[in-house]
């Protein structure tokens, strides 16, 4: 398997880059005044550190980089404190785009080499699970899946679009999927933990994955997992009371995620949870149908599937779970999802088996699977090619219309 593994099939890989990086790059957002206001605040810090040298954002010269300065005074996402001016985005989430700035050339700020970032990172995650997939399945199969999830789910008008967290969240969780179907302990840890650094609420998933391995006393696994959890949570909460003054997850963001963790009602809570999986405007099985067949096939073959592929689905949903309490369901978006990516990726190939199990178990089963395939590719098409959204000052949403 590990021959199979690190030496995939390159048309394989060429042939999904060819079909993913176009659609990606003819469909994202270059210009920034289309930027999600949370986008934004992520290409700022990237832009700053290259171009500046600093990742304070005070004193910006509005003659020298007026696009900065005004990008600057219309996100609610930038504070003012004790050690200067800064983005409330966490360090791992704009330190990947510092490598685009500092090779483009730019001055003043641009929205490009963010964007660019963000298609690159998602094609990138999108060949990990293509060769993760082989490891599982036949490599046709294999390639559909991975095109699959690059086009089916919110990757392609959210990961893909613009520099959201969850291209490189994507990716990192990607990679640590890979590695525990290789058996790579240290690998899958390093990856959770820089999954942790650019979102740190991912750190649920290595947390469930470690507490399942050390239920069947798998304690090497654990440890590492535990390790890497750990390491994410004590970075970040370093990096936070170096930057905004006190240790703290939450760095610069209110009290609210955290007010809600401990404080939200069972009523407020299970609509919320329930608005991740049915809610019409955000729910995976609204936006992605496909996955309502894929669970129905992933009953009769969910106990020959291998542990990495089991613990992958209930991390995922763990981390759904969590989530739900610690925010709502929309993200900002007036439409579909994009809190459920990260681990979307790591259900991914449960989704892949299931979704092969329904095509063949009945013929009502196998045009229903079809069908969904096809209305999941035209709403993430239909998001991806006609919503349109503005940044407002001083709002935390972008207004966006479909048309």
């Known amino acids: 398997m590990f021959e199979r593994l690190v030496t995939p099939a390159w048309r394989s890989v060429l042939l999904l880059l060819a079909v993913v990086v176009p659609v990606y790059a003819a469909t994202a ?50 504070g003012s404190g004790e050690e200067g001016t800064f983005s409330n985005r966490p360090v791992g989430l704009w330190a990947v785009a510092v490598p685009a700035y500092l090779l483009s050339g730019v001055d003043d700020y641009r929205a490009w080499p963010a964007t660019v970032t963000a298609i690159s990172l998602t094609s990138l995650a999108m060949v990990v699970v293509l060769l993760t997939l082989r490891a599982l399945v036949p490599s046709r199969a294999a390639w559909l899946g991975a095109a699959g999830l690059a086009l089916l789910t919110a990757t392609w008008p959210i990961s893909s679009s613009q520099l959201w967290p969850h291209g490189p969240g994507q990716l990192f969780a990607a990679v640590a999927l890979l590695a525990a179907a290789q058996h790579r302990r240290a690998l899958s840890a390093v990856a959770f933990a820089g999954a942790g650094l650019v979102r740190p609420v991912t750190v649920v998933m290595p947390g469930a994955i470690a507490l399942l391995h050390a239920l069947r006393r798998r304690w090497a696994w654990a440890a590492a997992l535990g390790v890497a959890t750990l390491t994410a949570i004590v970075a970040t909460v370093a990096y936070n009371a170096a930057t905004f003054g006190a240790p703290s997850l939450s760095g610069g963001y209110s009290s609210g995620f955290r007010e809600n963790l401990v404080g939200q009602g069972v009523t407020d809570y299970v609509a919320n949870l329930w608005g991740f999986f049915f809610s019409v405007r955000h729910g995976l099985a609204w936006w992605t149908p496909v996955l309502v067949p894929a669970a129905i096939g992933l009953r009769h073959v969910w106990g020959v599937q291998p542990d990495w592929v089991r613990h992958g689905l209930l991390a995922g949903l763990a981390y759904i779970a969590v989530h739900a309490r610690l925010n709502r369901v929309s993200g900002g978006l007036p439409f579909d999802y994009r809190y459920p990516l990260e681990p979307l990726v790591l259900a991914w190939p449960a989704v892949v088996q299931g979704t092969r199990c329904a095509l063949r178990r009945s013929r009502p089963l196998h045009l229903a699977t079809v069908a969904a395939i096809g209305v999941s590719l035209a709403l993430q098409g239909l998001m991806a090619t006609t919503a349109d959204c503005a940044t407002q000052a001083g709002s935390s949403e972008a207004v966006c219309s479909l048309w």
């Open 29 to 78: 957002e270059y210009d920034p005044t289309d930027l999600n206001v949370d986008v934004e605040a992520a290409a700022l810090p990237a832009w700053n550190l290259a171009v500046r040298g600093t990742t304070d954002l005070a004193s910006i010269d509005a003659d020298r980089h007026p696009a900065a300065a005004r990008a600057l005074a219309r996100n609610p996402w930038i």
